[in-house]
């Protein structure tokens, strides 16, 4: 499975941004997927996550009510709008996926990853 991230770019605070992540599989639909995000001189930490249907979304607490994931599953894409963006979410965000059932949270649990796309939100 190859995921392609796309959509990053410089934004002011309090601005908006919608990341694409394209799985080459079209059986995508099977997948789990969700974002990461590292910034610079940190690790990488986990944004959100949602199922294989896009019934089941997770969050992290400081993006929570902010950001949405969602899927379309007849294009095999994920997506991450992002709204409300403060300077705290400058990073580099990684989309991932995993074939499974349940829906996880750390990195650990994904195994195939696409390259990062840099969003940068001035103050």
């Known amino acids: 499975v190859q995921l392609q991230a796309s959509g990053g770019g410089l934004v002011e605070a309090g601005g908006s941004l919608r990341l694409s992540c394209a799985a080459s599989v079209r059986t995508f639909s099977t997948y789990v997927s969700g974002w990461f995000r590292q910034a610079p001189g940190k690790e990488r930490e986990f944004v959100a996550a949602?199922?294989?249907?896009?019934?089941?979304?997770l969050y992290a607490d400081s993006v929570k009510g902010r950001f949405t994931i969602s899927r379309d599953n007849a294009k095999d894409t994920v997506y991450l709008q992002m709204n409300s963006l403060k300077p705290e979410d400058t990073a580099a965000y990684y989309c991932?996926?995993?074939?499974?059932?349940?829906?996880?949270?750390?990195?650990?649990?994904?195994?195939?990853w696409g390259q990062g796309t840099l969003v940068t939100v001035s103050s």
């Open positions: 991932a996926a995993v074939y499974s059932v349940r829906v996880p949270t750390t990195e650990g649990h994904y195994n195939y």
């Open positions: 949602i199922n294989r249907s896009g019934g089941i979304t």
